[in-house]
């Protein structure tokens, strides 16, 4: 069994759980498991969103087996950081026990983005679009989470 103790338990908290915080979890999981234990959450739960699911897929990640929940959902975890990804999480995040440092990196809604088109390529460019932007900040990981904190002295 891997040794969790010493790894970040990070909470990548959405609106519904349903896009941008799953694909965070889902890269987190894939790239930085050796470094992170991720987690996602949202203020509400909307349902995993299919497209975000096939996105990630598409880049070779399986979030299929995820699924929507709110913090509360997820049991007594007291985690080092919460990243909100997007700014309705980020003006209602819930408080936290313990040492949870609260930060903000934001990412555009494909589902909000992609309301009025049909399936299709158009569509399916702006969900990989934001699934590889959130890709690029997971691979920045922890050092982005840790670099704006006081040094132990």
């Not at 990070?10 to 941008?20: A, D, H, I, K, P």
């Not at 936290?96 to 309301?115: I, S």
């Not at 399916?124 to 959130?134: G, H």
């Amino acid at each position: 069994m891997q040794e969790t103790k010493n790894m970040l338990k990070v909470l990548f908290l959405c609106t519904g759980n349903s896009c941008r915080s799953q694909m965070a979890e889902g890269w987190a999981r894939a790239l930085k498991s050796d470094v992170l234990e991720p987690y996602s959450a949202g203020i509400e739960k909307h349902g995993l969103n299919p497209d975000a699911v096939r996105a990630m897929a598409e880049a070779g990640v399986d979030i299929s087996r995820q699924f929507s929940k709110t913090p509360g959902d997820l049991g007594p975890i007291e985690f080092d950081y919460v990243v909100t990804v997007c700014g309705h999480a980020n003006e209602h995040c819930p408080l936290f026990p313990g040492k949870a440092k609260v930060v903000h990196v934001g990412f555009e809604d494909p589902p909000r983005l992609t309301q009025h088109l049909p399936d299709g390529e158009e569509k399916r460019a702006v969900y990989r679009r934001v699934r590889d932007e959130i890709r690029k900040f997971i691979e920045t990981l922890p050092a982005a989470l840790t670099k704006s904190e006081p040094k132990p002295e």
